[in-house]
């Protein structure tokens, strides 16, 4: 099997990094807020998820989608419960 000009391995000089299927879209973190406290939320990349510090939730992320439900999150406090 021969490489092809497309093929996923090479990248042409020049062209943009690709992109993690997993990873999003910086543009979509700048708007996105903790639904509880509409504060700010920063990128886990490691564990695929959102957290919101001040509501001390994770929002998971799955096959790159932000799940923003509250139902849905994770505690981050061990102890805490929903």
Request: aromatic content about 2%; charged content about 25%.
């Amino acid at each position: 099997m021969t490489d092809t000009p497309d093929s996923a391995s090479a990248a042409a000089p020049g062209s943009p990094t690709p992109v993690s299927p997993t990873a999003v879209d910086p543009r979509l973190l700048e708007m996105l807020v903790c639904p509880l406290t509409k504060s700010l939320l920063r990128y886990d990349a490691k564990a695929q998820e959102l957290i919101s510090d001040q509501a001390r939730l994770a929002y998971p992320i799955r096959d790159g989608i932000p799940i923003m439900l509250i139902d849905e999150a994770r505690p981050l406090d061990p102890d805490a419960r929903r």
